[in-house]
T-cell receptor
Framework: DSGVTQTPKHLITATGQRVTLRCSPRSGDLSVYWYQQSLDQGLQFLIQYYNGEERAKGNILERFSAQQFPDLHSELNLSSLELGDSALYFC??????????????FGEGSRLTVL | DQQVKQNSPSLSVQEGRISILNCDYTNSMFDYFLWYKKYPAEGPTFLISISSIKDKNEDGRFTVFLNKSAKHLSLHIVPSQPGDSAVYFCAASGETSGSRLTFGEGTQLTVNP
C-alpha cells in the first residue's frame, strides 16, 4: 500500500460526458502528479501541483483540468470525453519540493472506459 | 519526442537466471534515474534508483548500471524469480524537469518456473 488513494477504481461513461477523478496523497506529501497510461504505452505526464499551486504541465488536453485543494487532495476533471480518452489515470505524490529529484508514490489508478 | 525508451516490449527468462532490462535516454539534462515495477491492477512501485554521479547501484537481487556516455541504463535481476514477473518501467528526471518523472514504455518481464 503506497498510501496514495484514488477513486473511483473503475469508471465507464459515454462520449461527450464529464468525469472527475480524485486523489488523496500520502500523509505529508505536498506534491501531486497526474499521469495517463493508454493501452500498452508508458505513463504520460499530465500535470503537477505543489501545495495547491500548479507547478508543471505536460501533454494535458485543454478538455482536461485539475486542481489541488487546501487539504492537498487533488481532482482531475475530464470533459467532452472521447473514445481515445479511455486509459488508466494514475496519481502520484512525493514529499520533496518540485525541484528535488526523488521517487514518486503511485496510487492504484482509475481505469476510465469511454463508450 | 520519446526521451526515455525501452526498446524491448517483453522479455522471458528462466527462474534462477539473470534478467537484464535496458533503457536508453536522449535528454542529457537527466541526472536521476529510477526503475519501477508494475503488477496488473496495481500502481507502479519504486524498485531502485541511481544518480548520475554513480555508475552502479545495488539492492539485494537488483542492480542498476548507468552508462552516461551512451545514455543507457540497465536493470539486472539475479537470480530471477517467478514473482518478478511484471512490467518494468524506466524513468528519469533532471534539472529542467525537477521532481516529475519521464517514463519509458515499459518491458513485460516473464520469469518461467
Amino acid at each position: 500500500d503506497s498510501g496514495v488513494t484514488q477513486t473511483p477504481k473503475h469508471l465507464i461513461t459515454a462520449t461527450g460526458q464529464r468525469v472527475t477523478l480524485r486523489c488523496s496523497p500520502r500523509s505529508g506529501d505536498l506534491s501531486v502528479y497526474w499521469y495517463q497510461q493508454s493501452l500498452d504505452q508508458g505513463l504520460q505526464f499530465l500535470i503537477q501541483y505543489y501545495n495547491g499551486e500548479e507547478r508543471a504541465k505536460g501533454n494535458i488536453l485543454e478538455r482536461f483540468s485539475a486542481q489541488q485543494f487546501p487539504d492537498l487532495h487533488s481532482e482531475l476533471n475530464l470533459s467532452s470525453l472521447e473514445l481515445g480518452d479511455s486509459a488508466l489515470y494514475f496519481c502520484a505524490s512525493s514529499v520533496g519540493s518540485p525541484s528535488s529529484a526523488g521517487e514518486l508514490f503511485f496510487g492504484e489508478g482509475s481505469r476510465l472506459t469511454v463508450l | 519526442d520519446q526521451q526515455v525508451k525501452q526498446n524491448s516490449p517483453s522479455l522471458s527468462v528462466q527462474e534462477g537466471r539473470i534478467s537484464i532490462l535496458n533503457c536508453d535516454y536522449t535528454n542529457s539534462m537527466f541526472d536521476y534515474f529510477l526503475w519501477y515495477k508494475k503488477y496488473p491492477a496495481e500502481g507502479p512501485t519504486f524498485l531502485i534508483s541511481i544518480s548520475s554521479i554513480k555508475d552502479k547501484n545495488e539492492d539485494g537481487r537488483f542492480t542498476v548500471f548507468l552508462n552516461k556516455s551512451a545514455k543507457h541504463l540497465s536493470l539486472h535481476i539475479v537470480p530471477s524469480q517467478p514473482g518478478d514477473s511484471a512490467v518494468y518501467f524506466c524513468a528519469a528526471s533532471g534539472e529542467t524537469s525537477g521532481s516529475r518523472l519521464t517514463f519509458g514504455e515499459g518491458t513485460q518481464l516473464t520469469v518461467n518456473p
